[in-house]
């Protein structure tokens, strides 16, 4: 869970604000979790049963690549927090959780690490407790270049998760309004960057056109991050009653959505005049289980984050219980890719997919076979004939 202000001069009260709304977060975003189950996107989803196309479970292989990565399975801990005392221990205990299990990691925002040395300790806690692993750092946009590497070398990060986040910057009592630069700003972070830049929305969604922009300034990891998790305008409206953007409830597009309608740049390799532009797809927002997990990947995702789901856990656990989720998981995750006849992650992506409710309803407006999407199978099986 992130979130970004423009740099500005700092007084101790601004310290402890940014400070507070980061521990708000965190709470607030704990009190969704706790609230029950709720439908979204996920739930519209099916996948048609083949009763005999599965496969042995003793052949899967969880593993992704990623471009130059390597992933040992196809979900990962996605930003959330950190900078004060509070957040520290959440990412301390995540950490020990990804090093025990090997899973990818990333932290929230760091920004209050680049304007208080004080707060940086809420993110080298990371690399203390998980110094081999595939960590990622996480700014926002609004920021350098220069910030950038700071932040990349502070936490000597394999990657940089760069958050886009309009609409909560909208509602937030802090936020900025501008985001006439933002585009530029990005396309200057992703050429200096010492690391791979992870372009990732923080709940509402990167639609096509977004995404075709991200390729056109030469990205070449992006995180749909969806509507469905944790819901930052609801946690901006719950910090500040009095400018209430509750109006905007419902606003963005799910992962699903987003994945589905994502442009051919991002779902196929682009032959460029220097070589073969293979871009990377995530995505996260409201994963709840290994299904949904599966869901994503069939969607065209190539690995799913998951935070509320994960931040709960450590909350209410601690890292042991993380880790014995982390492992429930990739077993469960084990037993669906043989299931639906899937060895490798990508072998989902030939599965056949019913797209129902306010999913299907996208999908029809936006233009998007769905009965194409039903019939994959048939397709594939005519393309091994030819």
Avoid at 96 to 104: C, D, K, Q, R, S
Avoid at 106 to 111: E, F, I, N, Q, R
Wanted: proline share 4%.
């Amino acid at each position: 869970m992130s979130s970004e202000t423009p740099a500005s001069v700092e007084t101790p009260e601004t310290k402890a604000s940014r400070a507070s709304r980061k521990d708000d977060h965190v709470r607030l975003a704990s009190a969704q979790q706790t609230e029950g189950p709720r439908r979204t996107d996920f739930d519209d989803l099916e996948f048609v049963h083949h009763a005999l196309s599965g496969t042995n479970p003793e052949l899967v292989d969880l593993s992704v690549e990623l471009g130059d990565w390597t992933w040992p399975t196809p979900f990962y801990v996605n930003g959330m927090t950190g900078g004060t005392e509070t957040t520290a221990k959440i990412n301390r205990d995540l950490a020990i959780a990804a090093a025990e299990t090997g899973l990818p990691m990333a932290c929230g925002s760091m920004s209050v690490a680049l304007d208080d040395a004080e707060a940086a300790k809420g993110f080298t806690v990371i690399r203390e407790e998980n110094p081999d692993g595939f960590v990622m750092g996480n700014l926002g946009a609004g920021r350098s270049a220069d910030d950038a590497r700071r932040a990349v070398e502070l936490l000597n990060a394999d990657a940089l998760q760069l958050h886009i986040n309009p609409v909560q910057e909208t509602a937030m009592p802090e936020g900025t309004r501008d985001f006439s630069t933002w585009l530029s700003g990005l396309e200057d972070i992703v050429a200096a960057c010492p690391v791979p830049v992870v372009v990732k929305e923080v709940g509402f969604g990167l639609s096509r056109r977004t995404l075709t922009l991200l390729a056109d300034i030469g990205v070449q990891y992006a995180d749909v991050s969806g509507a469905g998790g944790t819901d930052f305008l609801r946690i901006e409206n719950d910090r500040s009653p009095a400018a209430d953007f509750s109006m905007l409830t419902g606003f963005g597009q799910s992962a699903l959505a987003c994945l589905l309608d994502a442009p051919s740049e991002w779902t196929t390799e682009t032959t460029m005049d220097d070589g073969v532009s293979n871009r990377v797809l995530l995505a996260s927002g409201g994963v709840r289980n290994p299904y949904d997990v599966v869901k994503a990947l069939a969607c065209g995702a190539r690995a799913v984050g998951v935070a509320g789901t994960f931040l709960q856990t450590v909350l209410d656990h601690g890292p042991d219980g993380l880790v014995d989720l982390v492992r429930t998981w990739q077993t469960q995750t084990s037993a669906l890719f043989a299931l639906l006849g899937a060895e490798r992650s990508t072998d989902l992506t030939g599965t056949d997919l019913l797209t129902r409710g306010r999913l299907g309803e996208f999908a029809r407006l936006r233009g998007i076979d769905a009965t194409a999407l039903s019939h994959r199978t048939d397709a594939l099986s005519r393309r091994n004939q030819l």
